[in-house]
């Protein structure tokens, strides 16, 4: 018997956590974690202001602003100027963060690689299909996300 949708979220946001753990704790990242989500939050947004970060992430203004000046300080993300509100900035990814997130992503992926490798060739295929699956999940939430605004 198949699980039921609640069921099968439930037990998928369980797996991806660990698997997500398990790549980050046997990684050796250039940063904490908790700054390359951030910076590839920001990164996806391609610019936002902090309070949107916040909310993103479900943490506190104040909370985010001591984040964002850390990535600032280390030369991986800047402010600027919102065009429309002169009283807000806009925090952008640098080239070195963006250059960071990639060798994030590559520490991580080398945790990941070893594990694919073994698997067989169906195995494979249907991790592919997964991902696309994955892929569209995403994006129709993003669209929901961007039509409850």
Do not use: Y
Not at 26 to 37: D, E, G, N, T, V
Not at 71 to 89: F, I, M, S, Y
């Amino acid at each position: 018997m198949s699980p039921s949708s609640s069921e099968l979220g439930v037990e998928l946001l369980a797996v991806v956590a660990r698997f997500n753990r398990m790549a980050t704790q046997r990684s050796r990242p250039p940063l904490p974690w908790a700054q390359a989500r951030l910076l590839s939050m920001i990164e996806e947004s391609g610019e936002a202001r902090i309070s949107d970060l916040a909310h993103r992430d479900n943490c506190s203004q104040p909370t985010m602003t001591t984040q964002v000046r850390r990535l600032e300080q280390a030369g991986l993300a800047t402010r600027t100027p919102d065009p429309t509100d002169a009283r807000a900035v806009l925090i952008r990814i640098t080239d070195k963060g963006v250059r960071t997130l990639q060798q994030v992503r590559a520490d991580r992926a080398a945790v990941v690689d070893p594990l694919l490798a073994d698997l067989d060739e169906a195995d494979r295929e249907v991790l592919e299909s997964a991902v696309g699956v994955f892929r569209r999940l995403l994006e129709a939430g993003a669209a929901g996300s961007a039509a409850e605004k």
